[in-house]
């Protein structure tokens, strides 16, 4: 399922293949004392999941035993993992710490799912009312109902690991039916978070999950036995909607079946599609004039930015404010909706091209203790002395080497100093 969302996307969606390869290491293998028909995947039961990630990076760059390095170009290594039973409580899970360090030390990108968390929602209202209400109406009682589900909705591990890019889903597909009897649409509209993520914050109240990419639909069902208040579970089947990917077996004696998967992974994969195909236009860029700069840092920051430069809040933003600003949480609302956010759902498009009204300026270095970079561009003609609206987004992104002796965990923190005073403009 995660080779064919990353090599072609939404089967749905009838996107052209990436023309890169795809070096794929399986860690996970269904599990023998699972009875139901498609048995949960997990690690072996005689295997530290600790050491089976560290075996199968260092496989990537440095080789095994013997065998050379299997891949050592690897700059995005894809990891739709969470462990279902270590959900973030403050400190850093082993995972998570072994990616912070495996990060570093390979300037390598690990992109990772939030994590899914398949809980069934109690609305506090009466069945037969429930079933009465219009859609607007069901959708406000949803995001009221999940986002009062917090406590038990904190990132899987190693989803809060620090020098990753955590991944969250968006009610979001390609798909155009609606094949599951009997269900209910939770949300009237696409592009809200997915009501199965794992939310935030991370690590020392850092935004986590940064980003926010298309994870399928989610349709509910009635639970059973019926309780007497509304209680609905998250349907999990292969069913549309959701998003088309490859799958084992056949249909109808045809070889190469697919069926319609949804989460925190999907969304994953997605954003790891974005960034092999945001690393051609790197590539482009760097055969440009001035494009020595890019070979100057990792190109895994390069990437981590442009995918986060790429998000926003949008039409989300302005439905969570709606439905669950009130005066007890207006004070602190800001991260209030960042959990359930982060920065926004990605659009990378607006990062792979500059259009009339839009232009994208990459710099970069690197710094020691205690040193700044000024980094200055020209102001384009078309803005400079003019009186008109102006927009400026500074994206800031790094990886850091780490400290296992000190809580702070990270060595570097990085801020940037944006020019206000000359562009006369306000943070916002």
Not at 3 to 9: D, R, T, V
Not at 115 to 143: H, P, T, W
Request: glycine share 8%; net charge positive; hydrophobic share 40%.
């Amino acid at each position: 399922s995660m080779a064919s969302l990353i090599l072609h996307g939404d089967l749905d969606g009838h996107e052209q293949p990436l023309s890169r390869t795809l070096y794929v290491r399986p860690i996970l293998q269904p599990d023998a004392r699972d009875w139901r028909r498609r048995r949960e995947e997990t690690v072996p039961e005689k295997i530290l999941v600790v050491d089976l990630i560290h075996r199968a990076v260092r496989r990537i760059f440095e080789g095994e035993g013997k065998e050379p390095p299997a891949a050592r170009s690897v700059c995005i290594i894809n990891l739709s993992i969470g462990i279902k039973d270590r959900l973030f409580d403050g400190a850093l899970s082993p995972l998570a710490r072994l990616l912070d360090w495996l990060a570093w030390k390979h300037q390598v990108l690990f992109i990772v799912s939030a994590g899914n968390l398949i809980r069934s929602l109690e609305f506090g209202v009466e069945r037969d009312k429930f079933r009465a209400l219009e859609a607007q109406a069901i959708q406000d009682l949803v995001i009221k109902a999940v986002a009062a589900d917090a406590r038990y909705r904190r990132l899987l591990s190693p989803a809060e690991a620090v020098n990753v890019l955590t991944v969250g889903a968006l009610h979001s597909d390609r798909s155009l039916d609606n094949n599951v009897p009997r269900s209910v649409a939770p949300y009237v509209h696409e592009e809200l978070p997915s009501l199965i993520n794992s939310q935030g914050m991370g690590y020392r109240r850092a935004i986590k999950p940064e980003i926010l990419a298309a994870g399928g639909r989610v349709v509910l069902l009635e639970c059973i036995p019926m309780a007497p208040n509304a209680t609905y579970d998250i349907y999990k089947g292969t069913l549309s909607p959701g998003q088309k990917v490859a799958a084992p077996g056949s249909i109808l004696g045809e070889v190469g079946a697919a069926w319609y998967t949804r989460g925190t992974s999907n969304a994953t994969a997605l954003t790891s599609r974005a960034a092999a195909i945001l690393y051609d236009v790197l590539e482009e860029l760097r055969d440009e004039p001035g494009g020595e700069l890019i070979n100057t840092i990792p190109w895994a920051v390069w990437l981590k930015a442009l995918l986060t430069h790429a998000a926003e809040w949008g039409m989300a933003g302005k439905v969570l404010d709606s439905i669950l600003r009130s005066p007890e949480n207006n004070r602190q609302f800001k991260e209030y909706i960042t959990r359930l956010l982060g920065y926004g759902g990605i659009c990378p498009n607006r990062v792979r091209e500059c259009a009339q009204h839009r232009v994208t300026a990459l710099s970069g270095g690197r710094l020691g203790s205690d040193q700044a970079h000024v980094h200055r561009f020209p102001l384009p003609p078309s803005l400079s002395g003019r009186r008109c609206w102006r927009r400026l987004m500074i994206t800031l992104a790094w990886l850091t080497p780490i400290n296992p002796a000190h809580q702070g965990w990270r060595r570097a923190a990085l801020w940037f100093e944006p020019p206000k005073d000359f562009l006369r403009v306000e943070r916002q």
